[in-house]
Every structure is written in C-alpha cells, then in structure tokens.
C-alpha cells in the first residue's frame, strides 16, 4: 500500500508546528543527554571535531550507552584527542583492549585512529579533509559522503577490511546518519546545540540525518513516501525539509526526533499515515 503525501498546503500548516517543536528539542538542555556534549567538552577546535567524530561513529544505540561508551573511548586517550591522535602509532592498540561497543572492537578504533593520524600530520585539522573532498564532489547526491568513506579508509594500511562498515557509503545504499549527523554538529550555525566550528560548506547543504525515529515521524505525517531507509530517502526528505526551510533543512531533525523519541505530539489530523 503506497503511502499519501503532503501537499504543499497541508506542508504550510504543518511548519509552525514543526518550528515550535522543534524550538523545545533543540536547547541547551538537550546537549547533557545526547552525544554532541562531546563536541562541547573541550576548546580547542581539533580536539572538538576528533572527540564528535568519534562520538557519533559510537552512536549506535542507546544514547546513554553511546555518551558511556565515548567516555571510556576517550578516558583510553587521556582525555586528550588531538595530542592522542598526534601521538598515536600502532603499538598503543594496547590502550584499547577489551574496549566493546556493538560490533566495534579495537581494531576499528585503531584503524580509525591511524586515519585520523595520518589527516592531523599532513593537514591542520579534520575539516580541510572534507574539504578537499567537497572540492570534487557535491553532497546532494552522496557523492560527498561517499567521497569521504573511499579516501578516509584508504589512507592507512593499519585499517581492517572489517572496518569499512563503520563508515557508511550511500552509494551502497546507505543513509550514512551518522556522518549526516557529525555534519550537522559541525556545520549548523547559531544552534544551541550544533557547534557551526566548520565552514566547508552551507548549512543549506547538509542532508537530514535518517534513524528510525525520523523515518517513522516522517511517513506518518506525510513527508516520506518511501518505504526503504536508504539514501533515496534520505534525499527526498530533505528536498521537502528544504521547502519548509531553504537555508537549514536539517534543523527539522530536532523536531522529527522529538515526536519519535521524546514524547512529543501533534493533533491526529497532522498524521496521514499509519505506519
């Protein structure tokens, strides 16, 4: 059975009601419960985009096991990223055993860590990476994204085959939540919560990050109308975020996760699906 989709009038009434929700979720308060606090522990801007990029590769689950499991990650590291990673070489795998989170294991960190070696001592930061992959590819289309997983699990021999499924590719069909999530920590300006530390490119880019919670508050009320979560879906729910907001389509995240996740509602006759 195909799913019914919004009008453009029907999208109008729902806006204000989305911006409400979404003004609730996306506060200072949300930060202590979600692991972009991460991004907000430390100062210095390296430190900051390692310690969120390697939050929101955790993030995965639960989100008070996410922000437990980054902890420990990052106690491992001295509480220390950047001089961490600065530092690292292959013998301090050490620092990681017995560390577990899902199916992450420390051969994944470590191969994650040589990477990220590797950026920090040919570039300035975590953010020229991107951009030398924004410089050949546009986002809309994954291409970025994918751009991404390609040279970043290519750059150390250290890193295990089974680690490429950590960083997701949408060009395999995946929505890459995660990395559309450690973007919009980074890239979102004047937010509460997002940081806005990284220029590359236009918030006006950034894709909508596609969990469950999202997805299902989507084809509910209208916005979704397809039925996989990949990255086709992902590029239609954005395209109609972008009707409600041209500049900042990925803002509404906080609103549609809200509704999915934190208990919050809109009136029966907003809903045109049940799914």
Not at 12 to 25: H, T
Not at 101 to 116: N, P, V, Y
Not at 158 to 183: F, G, N, V
Request: charged share 25%; with cysteine; glycine share 4%.
């Amino acid at each position: 059975m195909s799913l019914r989709k919004r009008s453009k009038k029907k999208l109008m009434e729902l806006k204000p009601l989305l911006d409400r929700i979404n003004d609730q979720v996306e506060s200072p308060g949300y930060i202590q419960h979600d692991p972009v606090q991460f991004m907000h522990a430390f100062d210095n801007k390296q430190d900051r985009e390692i310690a969120g990029f390697l939050a929101a590769m955790m993030a995965w689950g639960r989100r008070d096991i996410v922000i437990s499991k980054t902890e420990e990650l990052l106690q491992r590291m001295g509480n220390q990223p950047h001089r961490y990673v600065l530092d690292y070489k292959p013998s301090r795998i050490s620092d990681f055993n017995d560390f577990r989170h899902r199916t992450f294991k420390k051969i994944d960190i470590h191969g994650l860590l040589s990477a990220l070696h590797i950026i920090y001592h040919s570039m300035d930061d975590f953010e020229s990476f991107w951009r030398n992959c924004y410089s050949r590819t546009p986002m809309q289309d994954g291409s970025l994204l994918s751009c991404f997983h390609h040279r970043f699990m290519g750059l150390s021999v250290e890193m295990a085959p089974r680690t490429r499924k950590h960083i997701s590719d949408p060009l395999k069909k995946s929505t890459a939540k995660r990395l559309c999530m450690y973007l919009r920590w980074t890239v979102r300006k004047n937010s509460p919560v997002d940081t806005g530390i990284w220029n590359f490119i236009n918030p006006s880019d950034l894709m909508i990050p596609l969990d469950v919670h999202v997805a299902r508050q989507s084809r509910q009320l209208g916005l979704l109308t397809r039925k996989s979560n990949d990255w086709k879906a992902v590029v239609q729910l954005t395209s109609i975020l972008r009707k409600l907001n041209p500049g900042d389509p990925a803002r509404y995240d906080y609103a549609l996760f809200g509704l999915g996740a934190l208990g919050y509602n809109l009136p029966d006759h907003f809903k045109l699906n049940a799914v």
